[in-house]
């Protein structure tokens, strides 16, 4: 579209963004084991002044009737989308409620929500979640998911961790960590099990609910956005590590994009999540890079550097890469001389 | 899940805010009925003043200290003489204000555009009055000033017979550069609007309007070009190289089938594109769709519509007041005016404010609402949002046409 209608305003990712949503409709994503207190965390939110406006998309029927709030059910359900890739596998049950919640605001059936709240099955992996929202083609140019929030029960909290692969990765993927029902566990435990998911994740902030009283501001400030809060490498359980690559120097868009392409093509499924900020060469403020295993997010760039200090970092979450690997990749492909012919 | 008739959108337009911030809203006295003249000066002291039009009688013009955007504070408030009149438009240019003055009947005084000195906003000075009164004139209904030098216009004249009573606003370029001594210095009308023109007289559209101008903007990016919009014979690129003589270079409508009131022209230099709006003049929707048009514009004399902003489903709106396109932001070449090619912030009365982005223009994608609660004493029930400026802060004020007065907000997308 610049080359029809070229603007001097615009950068070479388009319109530079205030945040990384944009204008996009912030979802929060509320995911924990079975029994962990989901649904009373949400429905404590929905009272409150912030919860105002929030749709509610509940991954299993008859969880909660939520007052003032759309409930909508969305059975899980798996579709292979068109480019056929086990990676791909998705909930069309939750593209559908979705779409349709926009159709529905459209045309003024439902009144015009500020927010999406997901609640997510015990069992549901978040990547295809996260997939979801990741490209225009699924909901990425509507929606924008702002929180990735586990939700971990303090009493058996630490025998579903043991238990369940899937409550593993809930919480290693997650932006922020809630220990519910922290009154009916012995202080102990409590302190036993932060010091579990702190190292499952270092990257989230983990914190304790009573009752579901939990501080709004962990359902709605962007995720992400604090970039001290990337912590260098840590060892996961399941052969998942992350680590964070830093560059000092603005990095070339194209030597980036290709050895992000390579190591897509060759190792996509082991890419659980891939999140950064870029200073890349000729863009004003940030660029922002987002990867769910082998699908990128539209790179953003944001109008400005919130700290004032230029530097890119990038957080890794993978399973069976090391960094070394990850870094020497970045090393040959910036060797080869991969040069930006026309941006990106 | 809500039925349609649970829906508060259907029960009287409660507030929609989707990615602005409210900063402060002033209701300017009890005087909140605004027009479509917005300014921003910064004065010799360092205030930041916002000068408004008023819709209708009893005022003329509000000054609003918006230095800091959450604590506005009136600082001038004036009358005009008579109830008969309204001074809908303005335009600030350093310390120099050029106000519109339209009466109600043909005939009537003051008619023409006045300037003012604001130097001190509490205390405006009046520098001279430029009549355009006459037996076929209403006066100005709108004005351009942003250079210092020429005010360009929607005006009647003493000496301007249209063919049809309706047709009685044209094109005027004033040289103001001898700020006591205004002198017209060209003019520009559709042929076949005035008696004597050696062409017939355009047909009529169903809801009739007028053949006439209504905004006469001028860039210093084409300083030969006026970009006019032409209210029922849609709008015109002029050449003003030579002031005294301009010509036309090309013509685009859209009505019929639509149904007239083309309002405003802005081109978007750098892109090669143009936006064009409507404006709503019917209560109900009875003249639906009013639209902010996207043109091609890479060939001036070729004008290509590409796209519209999308608009909500109108039945939702048509219940109360007027909806539907009307005044966008501008970007005014001033140091004090937003500028954007990539955003489109536009009034659409009880659809209230609504922020479009056009990168790719063809598919505009809405990015922001603000659509607020009726104020007090609203006579259809509803918000009016009439106008729109951005100052060079990115900070957004909007006006009701009615009683509402200023909102003053912050873009959060």
Redesign the interface.
């Known amino acids: 579209m610049l080359d029809l209608f070229p603007s001097r305003e615009a950068g070479p990712f388009g319109r530079r963004l205030k945040r990384e949503r944009g204008a996009r409709i912030p979802v929060t994503v509320v995911t924990g084991f079975l029994g962990a207190g989901k649904t009373t965390l949400i429905r404590r939110f929905l009272v409150s002044p912030e919860g105002q406006g929030t749709a509610v998309i509940v991954n299993e029927y008859g969880t909660v009737g939520i007052d003032d709030a759309l409930l909508r059910g969305s059975a899980d359900q798996t579709v292979l989308l068109g480019n056929g890739c086990v990676c791909c596998i998705t909930r069309s049950d939750l593209q559908l409620a979705l779409r349709q919640l926009l159709i529905d605001r459209e045309h003024g059936v439902v009144p015009r929500f500020a927010r999406v709240v997901i609640e997510t099955s015990g069992l549901a992996d978040p990547a295809p979640i996260l997939q979801t929202f990741s490209t225009d083609r699924a909901l990425g140019g509507e929606f924008h998911i702002d929180v990735l929030l586990a939700v971990v029960d303090a009493v058996n909290g630490e025998s579903s961790l043991d238990g369940a692969a899937e409550a593993r990765k809930q919480v290693i993927l997650a932006d922020r960590v809630v220990i519910s029902k922290t009154d009916l566990a012995a202080g102990g435990d409590v302190e036993r099990l932060s010091r579990r998911l702190h190292k499952l994740n270092p990257r989230a902030s983990v914190d304790g609910a009573v009752g579901g009283a939990l501080d709004v501001e962990h359902f709605i400030v962007p995720a992400g956005t604090e970039r001290g809060g990337f912590i260098a490498e840590a060892e996961h359980s399941d052969g998942i590590s992350s680590f964070v690559l830093e560059w000092q120097q603005p990095l070339e868009w194209l030597v980036f994009a290709r050895a992000m392409e390579t190591l897509l093509a060759l190792r996509g499924a082991d890419l659980l999540r891939v999140k950064g900020f870029l200073d890349v060469t000729g863009c004003q403020g940030p660029v922002v890079v987002q990867y769910v295993q082998h699908l990128a997010h539209p790179p953003v760039e944001l109008q400005i550097w919130l700290d004032q200090k230029r530097s890119s970092r990038v957080v890794f979450i993978t399973r069976g890469i090391l960094e070394a690997q990850v870094r020497d990749l970045f090393v040959a492909v910036a060797n080869l001389g991969a040069k930006p012919a026309n941006g990106p | 899940?809500?039925?349609?008739d649970e829906?508060?959108?259907?029960k009287g337009y409660?507030p929609?805010v989707?990615?602005f911030k409210l900063l402060a809203h002033d209701m300017l006295g009890g005087f909140g009925g605004m027009g479509e003249g917005m300014s921003v000066q910064i004065a010799p002291d360092g205030r930041r003043i916002i000068w408004l039009a008023h819709e209708s009688a009893p005022k003329n013009f509000t000054a609003v200290d918006v230095s800091d955007p959450r604590k506005p504070k009136v600082v001038c408030q004036t009358d005009l003489p008579h109830a008969n009149m309204r001074s809908n438009s303005l335009e600030t240019c350093g310390n120099l204000m050029a106000v519109a003055y339209q009466t109600s009947k043909k005939d009537l005084k003051p008619a023409g555009f006045e300037l003012f000195d604001i130097s001190k906003p509490e205390n405006p000075k009046s520098i001279a009055l430029f009549d355009c009164s006459g037996p076929h004139s209403r006066g100005v209904h709108q004005l351009w000033f942003c250079d210092g030098e020429f005010v360009h216009c929607a005006s009647g004249s003493r000496d301007f017979v249209p063919t049809n009573p309706n047709d009685d606003q044209f094109y005027r370029c004033v040289d103001v550069r001898n700020p006591s001594k205004p002198v017209e210095i060209g003019r520009w009308w559709m042929p076949g609007t005035r008696q004597g023109d050696n062409i017939m007289p355009p047909p009529r559209h169903p809801i009739d309007k007028g053949y006439r101008a209504h905004n006469t903007n001028v860039y210093p990016q084409r300083g030969d070009r006026c970009y006019l919009a032409y209210i029922d014979g849609g709008m015109f690129v002029l050449d003003i190289s030579d002031k005294a003589n301009p010509k036309k270079i090309s013509h685009w409508t859209n009505s019929p089938p639509y149904t007239g009131f083309m309002h405003t022209v802005v081109p978007?230099f750098?892109?090669?594109?143009m936006l064009v709006t409507d404006e709503s003049t019917e209560n109900n929707c009875k003249d639906w769709p009013k639209l902010i048009w996207v043109l091609?514009a890479?060939d001036e004399t070729n004008l290509v519509p590409i796209a519209t902003c999308p608009m909500?489903?109108h039945?939702?709106y048509a219940q109360a007041g007027r909806f539907g396109a009307h005044n966008i932001h501008e970007n005014v070449p001033l140091p004090t005016a937003w500028k954007?090619?990539?955003?489109v912030l536009g009034t659409f009365f009880n659809g209230g404010l609504r922020a479009y982005?056009i990168?790719?223009?063809?598919q505009p994608?809405?990015?922001?609402?603000f659509m607020p609660p009726a104020p007090p004493g609203a006579p259809t029930g509803t918000i009016q949002m009439n106008d729109v400026f951005v100052d060079e802060r990115g900070i957004v004020y909007t006006v009701d046409r009615h009683v509402g007065g200023l909102y003053i907000l912050e873009?959060?997308?």
């Open positions: 899940m809500l039925t349609k829906s508060p959108l259907t409660q929609v989707w990615n978007l750098d892109r090669g594109l091609d890479r909500p489903d039945r939702i954007s090619d990539q955003i982005d990168s790719n223009p063809y994608k809405e990015v922001g609402i873009m959060d997308f």
